[in-house]
């Protein structure tokens, strides 16, 4: 886990940073926000790039993962699911991969276990877990279509706040 991450309070990453201090001190699991997401452009596994902006006018579920990291493996199949159920409403699923703190090849073998059907981009210098602010993994982030960020959940994620978090976003729509 990345017990450690600098926090700038200053930036407009407030709101994200302060729920997910809140939720690593255990005051509270999934916080709702408002705030406008960062944008990121980043390698993906396939070869390409993707940048956040590219799904401007889409609801985005920001998913940050290792392959180490064992309650990444346990949600993965319900973000799947999850995917293939609202793929239909145009969610778009992003599975960032903390790939400066681990090797290319164990998440590519990660990704290719679990037939990850979204874009899985490589978060190779740890740039955008720090623009996130992130405490740990997995963490999910659910963004509008209008690029606000409407909830954010450090930490494994349960059926419950998946749902709460997809109702926030597709419901925009």
């Known amino acids: 886990m990345l017990w450690g ?5 200053g930036s407009q990453l407030f709101s994200i940073a302060f ?16 705030s406008p997401a960062p944008d990121f452009t980043l390698k993906t596994l396939a070869g390409g790039t993707a940048s956040l902006s590219d799904y401007r006018g889409r609801p985005v579920f920001l998913n940050f993962w290792a392959s180490w990291c064992k309650p990444c493996r346990g949600e993965m199949s319900d973000i799947i699911a999850a995917y293939g159920a609202h793929k239909n409403q145009h969610l778009q699923v992003l599975a960032i991969n903390l790939t400066d703190q681990e090797h290319l090849s164990d998440a590519r073998r990660f990704v290719d276990e679990l037939h990850m059907p979204f874009p899985v981009l490589l978060d190779q210098k740890g740039k955008v877990r720090k623009s996130y602010a992130l405490r740990g993994v997995p963490t999910s982030v659910f963004i509008d279509a209008e690029g606000i960020v409407r909830l954010v959940n450090p930490g494994p994620i349960t059926s419950e706040t998946m749902q709460r978090g997809l109702a926030e976003i597709l419901s925009a729509r």
């Open 5 to 9: 991450t600098k926090v700038r309070l």
């Open 19 to 34: 729920a997910t201090l809140l939720t690593a001190a255990g005051w509270l699991s999934a916080q709702t926000l408002s």
